[in-house]
């Protein structure tokens, strides 16, 4: 049988947290040992320049987001793993299929629509600040996945209308052009956690409330301890299901841990108590990878080795596929 393609990229901006660990990095790299798959994992650094035009931020977070997952056994025999950027055949594709793409498609884009909302609120230009990168944001994303071939798309919800969009656009190119493209599906796994941050909303870069995933101890610590809590004190028996401290225990615990947990709330822990036991639990779930992130990050010609070796694997299907995409609109050579 043919093995299933899986691909999902990570937009390289920022420094990766508890909550992209639990809810996507986590469940990537489990699945990477899963030689029933061919999975494709990469570097969305192109995507990158759509929301940050700070170069040193992009460079930054792209080589901390290779180091994480590398850090943390992504199996890289088994799963091609790259950076966009490195193949060339993508932004090509990309205009190949930017051609096939309805323009009223993509006026129907949350992320284009979010923010002609806002300009609408705050009395501007409907396009105030939006550039063609945002707008035309689902037509790369869809060539990300295209030239691969994928069949599965592991993804947040926020993130399911530019797979059907993908499939939108796959389906109109053969029906022009003849059958190349695998019609993709999301793929969204409501048993990961979405985690919730210091403050008890969703954890998120926008909110200011992450606990960045790489810490050292100390740090950490810290970081824990700022978990919003109650006034409750000590003895008085605690609401485990409405706690973000039992919420990023849960993340981490193994059932019996979590039953655990769960009872000692009922007894009334102190809060104290409870945060340096989830320290513990998960200083020490991380404290290799961290170590590894370390030497990673000291190392970054190893990182960037790694990456070329991914490219070319890449490329090996990106190269052939593009060459006959050409010549399936009529671009090849004269003879
Ligand atoms: N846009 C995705 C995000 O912000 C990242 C991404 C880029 C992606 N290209 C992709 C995900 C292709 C899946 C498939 O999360």
Redesign the pocket.
């Known amino acids: 049988m043919k093995k299933q393609r899986v691909?999902?990229?990570?937009?390289t901006t920022g420094t990766p947290h508890l909550g992209n660990y639990v809810g996507a990095i986590r469940p990537a790299i489990e699945a990477s040992h899963d030689t029933n798959n061919l999975a494709f994992y990469f570097l969305?650094d192109f995507?990158a320049l759509i929301k940050c035009h700070e170069p040193d931020l992009v460079h930054q977070s792209t080589r901390e987001i290779a180091a994480t997952w590398l850090a943390l056994g992504l199996n890289t025999d088994n799963v091609v793993f790259y950076r966009q950027s490195d193949v060339p055949e993508i932004p090509e594709l990309c205009w190949l299929l930017t051609c096939m793409a309805a323009k009223g498609l993509m006026n129907r884009a949350h992320a284009y629509k979010a923010a002609v909302a806002a300009n609408e609120e705050a009395g501007e230009d409907p396009d105030f600040g939006v550039t063609m990168g945002l707008f035309s944001y689902p037509v790369?994303?869809a060539a990300?996945?295209l030239m691969f071939n994928a069949n599965k798309?592991p993804?947040?919800k926020d993130?399911i209308q530019?797979?059907e969009m993908a499939r939108d656009i796959a389906a109109r190119f053969n029906h022009h052009y003849g059958e190349h493209f695998a019609l993709p599906e999301a793929q969204v796994d409501d048993h990961v956690a979405v985690l919730q941050g210091l403050d008890g909303r969703k954890m998120s870069k926008s909110y200011n409330n992450t606990i960045p995933l790489f810490l050292d101890e100390k740090p950490l610590k810290k970081h824990i301890n700022k978990v919003k809590t109650n006034l409750l004190e000590p003895g008085e028996p605690k609401d485990a299901d409405d706690s973000t401290v039992f919420q990023l225990w849960q993340a981490f615990a193994t059932p019996e841990q979590t039953a655990y947990m769960r009872e000692q709330f009922a007894a009334g822990i102190a809060w104290g108590e409870a945060k340096k036991q989830l320290f513990e639990l998960i200083n020490g779930q991380l404290s290799e990878a961290r170590e590894r992130y370390r030497e990673l990050m000291a190392n970054p010609s190893h990182v960037e080795a790694v990456l070329q070796a991914g490219a070319e694997k890449a490329r090996s299907y990106s190269t052939p596929f593009l060459r006959d995409l050409r010549s399936a609109v009529g671009i090849r050579p004269i003879k």
Do not use: E, P
Request: hydrophobic share 55%; glycine share 12%.
């Open positions: 691909l999902t990229g990570i937009t969305a995507h790369l994303m990300d996945i798309v993804v947040g993130q530019h797979v």
